[in-house]
């Protein structure tokens, strides 16, 4: 959401998408302006401290609500129940001093780091009986199945499947040099 701008999230009117997961999330105030922009009544939204959900249809929040990196919810559409994980990981190291060996080093430990994060999130998930059908979100880190397997065991990467543009972008001053 580029810091919470809704620009970033209006750019979407067009693609009539019916589900839309937020990082780095507006106010809850902007998140109910635009689930009426963009869905009127069918319009409804689940916001956590940095990730939200934005859909038509209903979305019920899931405990743990306080979750700092994720938005669980429960979303409703067409009669279909999904459950639903918006997320932002833990930002990458961005160097560009590749011939360091600190810099490998960091490399490594930042992705340990994100490996534990996205451990205890499953593991919170887990116990209260939360298996995520659909997770998408700021992943800060290049397609890599290890990192994140705890959550998308079995799930397909929608971007690698039918994806346009970019993928596995991030904000930096290296572009590319994830």
Known sequence: C??????????????????????????????????????????????????????????????????????????????????????????????????NRDAWQDFAKNRGNRRAEVEELAGLLAKVGFKPEIVGGDFNTPPDQLTVEPLVTGMVDAFAASGRGYGATCVSPYPLMV
């Open 2 to 99: 580029a810091g919470g701008t809704l620009e970033a999230v209006r750019e979407l009117k067009g693609e009539n998408a019916d589900l839309i997961l937020l990082q780095e999330s507006p106010n809850q105030f902007d998140l109910a302006k635009l689930a009426a922009e963009l869905y009127g009544d069918e319009g409804s939204y689940v916001r956590g401290p940095d990730a939200s959900i934005i859909a038509r249809g209903q979305l019920e929040a899931v405990e743990p609500k306080k979750l700092i990196n994720a938005t669980p919810a429960i979303w409703t559409h067409k009669g279909v129940k999904r459950n639903v994980l918006s997320m932002r990981l833990t930002p990458p190291v961005m160097r560009i001093d590749l011939y």
